[in-house]
Nanobody
Framework: QVQLVESGGGLVQAGGSLRLSCAASRSFFSIISMGWYRQAPGKQRELVAAITNSGRRTNYADSVKGRFTISRDDAKNTVYLRMNSLKPEDTAVYYC???????????????WGQGTQVTVSS
């Protein structure tokens, strides 16, 4: 199995920055994409940003374009989310997710971290 562990969340004032990290406990046999999602109280989980296996394509929610940047370090089995110009509406639990295979024998699957809280005060 594999575990995804997020870190870097916390309390920040509006306009501030945070960098979230998500480290996998082992390398994947293959990865289709890695992404960050968030879920605010009373709302559905939504995609914030995603990056393809090659790292050449990224995708962002309209609400974070120009403020958030997703990146990955394959040597460290880690994906990052740099969040600048944070707004109170960015407050949520942030989850990382990997769509991939941990072994050539197993099927493609979605793997999730446990989440990290981001709170932006006004």
């Amino acid at each position: 199995q594999v575990q995804l562990v997020e870190s870097g969340g916390g309390l920040v004032q509006a306009g501030g920055s945070l960098r979230l990290s998500c480290a996998a406990s082992r390398s994947f046999f293959s990865i289709i994409s890695m992404g960050w999602y968030r879920q605010a109280p009373g709302k559905q989980r939504e995609l914030v940003a995603a990056i393809t296996n090659s790292g050449r394509r990224t995708n962002y929610a309209d609400s974070v374009k120009g403020r958030f940047t997703i990146s990955r370090d394959d040597a460290k089995n880690t994906v990052y989310l740099r969040m600048n110009s944070l707004k109170p509406e960015d407050t949520a639990v942030y989850y990382c997710a990997v769509n991939g295979k941990i072994d050539y024998k197993v099927r493609l699957n979605d793997y999730w971290g446990q989440g990290t809280q981001v709170t932006v005060s006004s």
